[in-house]
C-alpha cells in the first residue's frame, strides 16, 4: 500500500485553483526527501510535472506549481483548463522501507 | 532526444514465465537508474525495483522481492522485468522509468522520462 496520502478527487470550475495534498511520515517527506508530482492523462504514461519539490521541467506552464513542509507537499494548479483533467501522483524516497514511494493518486476533474 | 522504448502487450496463462523489455536511446544509458513502475487495473502506481545498468546493482520493494527479476544489459541500453511463475494478480501494465538525481541526497531522485507501458495480461 502507498505510504503517502493524497485525497481521491478534486475539483474546480475553468479558471479556478485547486490543490492536492501528499501527505507522508518522518521517514520519507520529514526525513527531507525531495518531493515530486506526475500527471497521468487517460492511457498514457505518467509526465513528470515538479521535481525537487518546486521546480518544473522546462516547457510547463507555470500554472503548476509545488510546495513542501514539513512531513507535507501539495501541488497547485492556477487557471484550471480541461485539459489538466487527469490524475496526479506524488512520489518521494522512503528510508524505512529503502524503497521509492508515490502517493495514492488524485483525479482532478473540471467541472 | 531521450526516448525509453518498452516491448509489446503480452498474453499468457498462470505459471509461464516471461521477460519484457525497455530499450533506452539518447543518453549515456549507464549514467542513469532504470525502475520499474506497476500499475494494476483502475489503481495508482507502484515502484517495483530499480537497477544500475553500470554495474547490475538491484534493489526491490519489499512487498515485491523474489517475485520478479530485473536485469540489464548495457551492451545494447536494455533493462529487463522477468517473472518465472506469473500469478493472474500480475495482470497490469508495467511502466519503465529513468531515475534522475536532483538537487538533494542520494536517494532523492525523480522519474524524469517514461517508457509507453507494457500491458502484461494473465488469464488461464
Known amino acids: 500500500q502507498s505510504v503517502l496520502t493524497q485525497p481521491p478527487s478534486v475539483s474546480g470550475a475553468p479558471g479556478q485553483r485547486v490543490t492536492i495534498s501528499c501527505t507522508g511520515t518522518?521517514?520519507?517527506?520529514?526525513?527531507?526527501?525531495?518531493v515530486h508530482w506526475y500527471q497521468q492523462l487517460p492511457g498514457t504514461a505518467p509526465k513528470l510535472l515538479i521535481y525537487?519539490?518546486?521546480n518544473r521541467p522546462s516547457g510547463l506552464p507555470d500554472r503548476f506549481s509545488g510546495s513542501k513542509s514539513g512531513t507535507s507537499a501539495s501541488l497547485a494548479i492556477t487557471g484550471l483548463q480541461a485539459e489538466d483533467e487527469a490524475d496526479y501522483y506524488c512520489q518521494s524516497y522512503d528510508s524505512s522501507l529503502s524503497a521509492y514511494v508515490f502517493g495514492t493518486g488524485t483525479k482532478v476533474t473540471v467541472l | 532526444e531521450v526516448q525509453l522504448v518498452q516491448s509489446g502487450a503480452e498474453v499468457k496463462k498462470p505459471g509461464e514465465s516471461l521477460r519484457i523489455s525497455c530499450k533506452g536511446s539518447?543518453?549515456?544509458?549507464?549514467?542513469?537508474?532504470i525502475s520499474w513502475v506497476r500499475q494494476m487495473p483502475g489503481k495508482g502506481l507502484e515502484w517495483m525495483g530499480r537497477?544500475?545498468?553500470?554495474?547490475?546493482?538491484?534493489n526491490y520493494s519489499p512487498s515485491l522481492q523474489g517475485h520478479v527479476t530485473i536485469s540489464a544489459d548495457k551492451s545494447i541500453s536494455t533493462a529487463y522485468l522477468q517473472w518465472s511463475s506469473l500469478k493472474a494478480s500480475d495482470t497490469a501494465v508495467y511502466f519503465c522509468?529513468?531515475?534522475?538525481?536532483?538537487?538533494?541526497?542520494?536517494?532523492?531522485?525523480?522519474?524524469?522520462?517514461w517508457g509507453q507501458g507494457t500491458l502484461v495480461t494473465v488469464s488461464s
Open positions: 539518447g543518453y549515456s544509458f549507464t549514467n542513469y537508474w
Open positions: 537497477i544500475d545498468p553500470s554495474d547490475s546493482y538491484t
Open positions: 525537487d519539490n518546486s
Open positions: 518522518s521517514s520519507n517527506i520529514g526525513a527531507g526527501y525531495h
Open positions: 522509468a529513468r531515475l534522475r538525481r536532483g538537487s538533494g541526497s542520494y536517494f532523492s531522485r525523480d522519474f524524469d522520462y
